[in-house]
């Protein structure tokens, strides 16, 4: 067996780099042959897998957080050749929660390459997302709102980890704000005034428990949508968001749909897999069972 190993070294505040001796090791041991290509700045990942020579491999292991998954991904769904093989995952970021759906984190690591040594797959759905003119991948979620506006804080504050997503709501909730929004879920169009909007296909953002009910490959995407909340509601109603329980508060709905289009009075910066790209309006829909993942 032989992989491409798409490596952030920088990912986890460098417990990536620190830990890559170790990794190419772990590799060995399970018998795993790899070529490796380090990402060196924004969006390299994505060139590296669009031009890579597919052919070549069994696999490509997109080893990093959220962001570097992310890349690998798009540059996936870049990449011309009809060849399509797995994706692993190894959970050495800061963010990992596509992992924490493959029971996995940055301290199973080596659980991780065990799996991908093994050569067992599943088919996994795949969000795309069409924002003026480009058109995206992600497999977590793709939030827009306050929760991108948290994104944004908690990208600066990624030392402290995925507690940094709790400082930037607790940052960010002193300039609550929301506004008017125009859904067409599956056909059905409707309006509100949102604090925030999530489109999920994983159950977690970050350690937030954001859609309890979501199943990766179920050919849907779950939308979860925050109507307008007062500042000491959102605060009460926060620690809910660690245990799904926010989806039964009367200012959260939720749907589950294959296609969704949002526009918003002004253009709303987007969050796909705690990535900052794109602006509203943008349309999203489910690419059912898209692409193959190692799996336990």
Known sequence: MKVLLVYNSHAGHGFAGKILQQVETTFNKNSIEFDIQFTNY???????????????????????????????????????????????VLPVGTGNAFARDLELDNTLWKSAIKIIGKQNTRKVDVGKFHTHGQDYYYLNILGLGFVADVTKIARSLKVFGNIAY????????????????????????????????????????ANFLMAPNAVIDDGLLDVTIAKKLSRIRLIKSFPKIFTGEHVNLPEIETFQAKSIKIKSESPKILSPDGELIGITPVKIECLPQAIEIFWK
């Open 166 to 205: 709790t400082f930037g709501v607790l940052f960010r909730t002193l300039f609550l704000s929301s506004e008017r929004m125009i859904f067409e879920i599956d056909g059905q169009k409707f309006e509100h005034d949102c604090t925030f909007v999530e489109i999920s296909n994983t159950r977690y953002t």
């Open 42 to 88: 924004p969006g390299h990942g994505i060139e590296i897998v669009k031009n890579a020579d597919l052919s070549k491999y069994d696999g490509i292991v997109a080893a990093g957080g959220d962001g570097t998954l992310f890349e690998v991904i798009n540059g996936y769904f870049q990449n011309p050749s009809e060849i399509k093989i797995p994706i692993g």
